[in-house]
C-alpha cells in the first residue's frame, strides 16, 4: 500500500498559495523548515512538525509558535546544515511517501541553487516533487517511470548529469540517447500518457501539475 505524501513547507515564495493549500488535504503531514510555518499560519493550514534551528520564528505575532497550535518542534542547531537540509533527513527518519515541496525558491540565489543542490543529492532515497506556480518539477532516478499525461501537455527534461534516455509517447521520441545537462530536452510535447526510461543519471522532469 503506497503511503500518502508529505507536504514540506520552506520560506521562499510559494507560487501558488491556493494551490498549495488544496494539495496539503491530501497529505499525511504537514512539515514545515523553520520559517516555512509562516506560509502554514498564512494558508490556515496545521503543520504536524516544525523542524530547524527556529531562528525564524518570532515569540509572539501571527506566525508565533501559539499561532500554529499542537505543532511537534524538532529542533536542530547544526550550523552546516540548512534548514532544508534538517527536515529532509527528519521526513527521511519518519518515512513518507512522496515529498511535495512548496517555497523552495525565490529570495536569495545562493539559497535558491542549494536547495536544488539538495533535492538532487536526496533523490535517491526519496520521491521528491517541486511544487512552483504555472510548473512543478520531478527528479527522476534510473528506472521505469510512467507518466500519465493528457495529449499535448509541454514538458521537458533536465539531465543533471549525463543521463541514458529512453522516451515513448511524446512528439519527440527517445531511445537510449544520452541527455548532456543543457538545453537537450527541452519543450516536448505529450502524445498522451508518456513512458520514460531513465538508464542511468538522474533527471528533472517539468511540466504543469505533477503533484
Known amino acids: 500500500m503506497k503511503r500518502p505524501p508529505t507536504l514540506l513547507?520552506?520560506?521562499?515564495?510559494?507560487?501558488?498559495?491556493?494551490?498549495?493549500?488544496?494539495?496539503?488535504?491530501?497529505?499525511?503531514?504537514?512539515?514545515?523548515?523553520?520559517?516555512?510555518?509562516?506560509?502554514?499560519?498564512?494558508?490556515?493550514?496545521?503543520?504536524?512538525?516544525?523542524?530547524?534551528?527556529?531562528?525564524?520564528?518570532?515569540?509572539?505575532?501571527?506566525?508565533?509558535?501559539?499561532?500554529?497550535?499542537?505543532?511537534?518542534?524538532?529542533?536542530?542547531?547544526?550550523?552546516?546544515?540548512?534548514?532544508?537540509?534538517?527536515?529532509?533527513d527528519f521526513i527521511l527518519e519518519i518515512g513518507s511517501g512522496p515529498v511535495w515541496i512548496a517555497g523552495a525558491r525565490g529570495g536569495r540565489l545562493d539559497h535558491e541553487l542549494v536547495n536544488l543542490a539538495l533535492l538532487e543529492r536526496y533523490a535517491g532515497r526519496m520521491d521528491l516533487f517541486l511544487l512552483g506556480d504555472r510548473q512543478d518539477a520531478r527528479l527522476l532516478m534510473p528506472g521505469v517511470h510512467l507518466i500519465p499525461f493528457k495529449k499535448k501537455t509541454v514538458f521537458s527534461l533536465v539531465a543533471v548529469g549525463p543521463s541514458e534516455v529512453s522516451l515513448s509517447g511524446a512528439h519527440y521520441c527517445?531511445?537510449?540517447?544520452?541527455?548532456?545537462?543543457?538545453?537537450?530536452?527541452?519543450?516536448?510535447?505529450?502524445?498522451?500518457?508518456?513512458?520514460?526510461?531513465?538508464?542511468s543519471g538522474l533527471l528533472w522532469l517539468i511540466a504543469e501539475r505533477l503533484a
Not at 501571527?62 to 529532509?88: M, Q, T
Request: hydrophobic letters at 35%; proline letters at 8%; one cysteine or more.
Open 9 to 88: 513547507l520552506l520560506n521562499g515564495e510559494l507560487g501558488d498559495p491556493a494551490r498549495v493549500r488544496a494539495l496539503s488535504a491530501k497529505c499525511r503531514g504537514i512539515v514545515c523548515a523553520d520559517g516555512g510555518a509562516r506560509h502554514a499560519v498564512r494558508l490556515g493550514i496545521k503543520p504536524r512538525f516544525v523542524v530547524g534551528d527556529m531562528d525564524s520564528l518570532p515569540p509572539s505575532g501571527p506566525a508565533s509558535r501559539k499561532a500554529l497550535g499542537n505543532a511537534v518542534y524538532w529542533c536542530d542547531f547544526d550550523e552546516n546544515r540548512s534548514d532544508l537540509e534538517k527536515a529532509l
Open 174 to 199: 527517445l531511445r537510449r540517447q544520452t541527455l548532456p545537462p543543457g538545453s537537450r530536452g527541452l519543450s516536448n510535447r505529450a502524445l498522451g500518457p508518456v513512458r520514460l526510461t531513465v538508464h
